[in-house]
């Protein structure tokens, strides 16, 4: 009999406390409910997120209330506060269902939009003119025609109903609280602006495969900037075919565009990829050395050398070839056969991509 009036009152408590819960506040929580996963499990999931309180009567509460019997798995995006009839509403229907999006670091916008389109289920199109939205444009002061590189790579989740235009403002909005105001400084003290300094980092995004040479990337490409020389980054000519290429071949680097700094001088007019914090860090404070010149080997860190003289050498060290007899560097690469510099980088969704490279013999050498 005891026994029977104890689960009475509990039943009759949960029932109260689902009723009179607080009223949600603070910041969104994700939950993850697997498919498959039984009512425990999730309740479990809502637990270790602070979502729920007790667990074994919110079990209790769903139990008696029919809500354990057909939840919905996917992403949640819940308030702490949140009441019991409510959460156990949203499962249910779905409702607080969120779709994830992981846009890695070194992805441009051409990689970006078809991704974002098959994740919010809307028409390319629509993407294609969120990201020439005109007011974020002027928000940034961007020279350019899109929002190329301040889309900032991160892990989105995004409810259901998302526009392609609320979408690409998150991403605009997490770039600006990326952004540190120091940079602004260093900026000036490098003599750039900002589209400048998100442009050398979107490079360097590109070229850097091991973390700690970001910042000797960033200012090999500042010192050739100083000395009125050409960048010849091969991100830039990447870029510039405006297609996928397995590598980047000689012919190519021929390709008629402003943003091929094989035959243009200074930065491209903007950034050729979305830049992580490191990346940016890097652009905003280069290391301080001299070298102007860069190999890539093939466990992919570089041989950074002063002058040409010792970049052929160390090329030819890295690739165990002959050193070009050519009187000049640029009649070395014209002459050579078309398997040239770096394959184009590989990408997964789950964490910074992968470059697959070929040993770079880059025509910095120029």
């Known amino acids: 009999m005891f026994r029977t009036e104890l689960r009475a009152a509990l ?26 996963a039984s009512f425990a499990e999730a309740a479990d999931s809502l637990s270790k997120a602070n979502l729920v309180g007790w667990r074994k009567m919110f079990r209790v509460y769903a139990r008696v209330t029919g809500g354990d019997r057909n939840i919905k798995p996917g992403t949640y995006l819940l308030k702490h506060g949140t009441p019991w009839k409510d959460i156990i509403a949203a499962l249910n ?16 916008i ?41 889309l900032f790579p991160d892990t989105y989740a995004f409810p259901l109903g998302t526009t392609a235009g609320q979408a690409v403002r998150e991403m605009v909005y997490d770039f600006e609280r990326r952004w540190k105001p120091d940079w602004d400084a260093r900026a000036t003290a490098l003599k750039i602006n900002r589209n400048d300094l ?12 091991v973390p700690e040479e970001r910042p000797v990337i960033a200012a090999v490409y500042y010192n050739r900037l100083q000395k009125g020389m050409l960048l010849q980054a091969d ?4 870029y510039a075919l405006g297609h996928h290429v397995g590598r980047v071949l000689y012919k190519d680097l021929e390709v008629k565009s402003p943003y091929n700094t094989y035959i243009h001088k200074g930065l491209p007019p903007g950034p050729v990829a979305s830049a992580g914090v490191a990346s940016l860090a890097a652009a905003a404070n ?8 860069f190999v890539a080997s093939p466990d992919g860190h570089h041989e950074f050398r002063m002058t040409l003289q010792e970049h052929t050498s160390a090329i030819r060290e890295v690739r165990g070839t002959k050193q070009p007899r050519a009187s000049t560097a640029k009649a070395a690469v014209a002459k050579k056969p078309a398997s040239k510099i770096t394959t184009k980088h590989t990408t997964t969704t789950k964490k910074k991509p992968t470059r697959k490279r070929s040993v770079r013999a880059t025509a910095l050498a120029r």
């Open 286 to 293: 280069p290391a301080n050395v001299p070298y102007l010149y």
């Open 198 to 209: 998100v442009t050398m980092a979107s490079i360097v995004e590109r070229e850097a495969r």
């Open 110 to 150: 051409s990689q970006i939009t078809p991704l974002l389109a098959r994740t919010l289920k809307v028409p390319v199109e629509s993407v294609q003119a969120a990201m020439r939205d005109t007011s974020l444009l002027a928000r940034l002061d961007i020279p350019n025609p899109t929002l190329e590189g301040y």
């Open 235 to 238: 991100p830039t000519v990447q």
């Open 93 to 108: 229907g779905g409702h607080g269902f969120v779709n994830t999006i992981t846009i890695p670091e070194g992805y441009t």
């Open 11 to 36: 039943a009759v408590g949960c029932f109260v406390l689902a009723a009179c819960g607080q009223t949600p506040y603070g910041a969104s929580t994700r939950v993850i409910i697997p498919r498959g």
